[in-house]
């Protein structure tokens, strides 16, 4: 059995995750306990030392990135779980010590799969994620730029910019982070304002020609 801790601040989504890796005919998984930031999760990880953690890049206290800071040379293996697909989280991520990143949209099996990949020592990406990994470390890609323009933005507006960008309706993307429609518009408001962008459209350019969706 492959060890497993997840690391995501919706209780929701860890619920869903827990219940869709145990729904798996003879999963070989084992889930050995849950977290909601930063510092529960070096928590957790420390006490149960898991052969794989599945973490949240978007992490109240510092960011799945500052996880696997804290936890230096720790034996276990880091698969990211995420919203997000942008080049950015991406390759900061894997800067930072994961083994592999992958998305939300994921099926059960294939998660299964991932977790077991990455407890062996591969390391696992869609093809389109892993583009970016092979981009950014040829110099396709200017990280450090990407990087000051998302800095003005927290890491929620973040979330909802790319769903907005990527043509999501404001319920969809309340639906899809969990949150209310209102407070997606006041996330969508601030963006606009911080981009110094008048609409989604200019919104939409922003973000493709910075190969974010």
Not at 25 to 43: K, N, R, W
Not at 115 to 124: K, L, N, T, Y
Not at 173 to 184: D, P
């Given at each position: 059995m492959t060890t497993v801790v997840i690391v995501d601040d919706h209780a929701m989504f860890r619920a869903g995750v827990r219940a869709e890796?145990?729904?798996?005919?003879?999963?070989?998984?084992?889930?050995?306990?849950?977290?909601?930031?930063?510092?529960?999760?070096?928590?957790?990880?420390?006490?149960?030392?898991?052969e794989v953690v599945l973490l949240d890049v978007h992490l109240p206290g510092g960011g799945g990135a500052e996880v696997m800071r804290q936890l230096g040379t720790h034996d276990t293996r880091f698969l990211a779980l995420s919203v997000s697909d942008a080049a950015e989280d991406v390759i900061g991520t894997i800067r930072g010590g994961a083994r592999g990143y992958v998305t939300k949209t994921i099926t059960g099996p294939e998660l299964v799969d991932a977790?077991?990949?990455?407890?062996?020592?591969?390391?696992?990406f869609s093809p389109r994620l892993a583009g970016f990994v092979l981009d950014a470390f040829a110099g396709s890609?200017?990280?450090?730029?990407?990087?000051?323009?998302?800095?003005?933005?927290?890491?929620?507006e973040r979330e909802v910019m790319r769903l907005?960008?990527?043509?999501?309706?404001?319920?969809?993307?309340?639906?899809?982070?969990?949150?209310?429609?209102?407070?997606?518009?006041?996330?969508?408001?601030?963006?606009?304002?911080?981009?110094?962008?008048?609409?989604?459209?200019?919104?939409?350019?922003?973000?493709?020609?910075?190969?974010?969706?």
């Open positions: 890796l145990q729904a798996q005919p003879g999963t070989p998984v084992e889930i050995l306990g849950e977290a909601e930031d930063v510092a529960t999760a070096v928590a957790a990880i420390t006490q149960h030392r898991p977790i077991v990949r990455v407890a062996d020592g591969d390391a696992v890609i200017d990280v450090a730029a990407v990087d000051e323009d998302l800095d003005r933005l927290t890491e929620r907005i960008a990527r043509g999501y309706a404001y319920k969809e993307v309340a639906k899809e982070l969990f949150i209310s429609v209102k407070t997606v518009e006041t996330h969508m408001s601030s963006v606009l304002r911080k981009l110094q962008l008048s609409s989604r459209h200019e919104l939409t350019r922003w973000a493709s020609d910075r190969r974010l969706l």
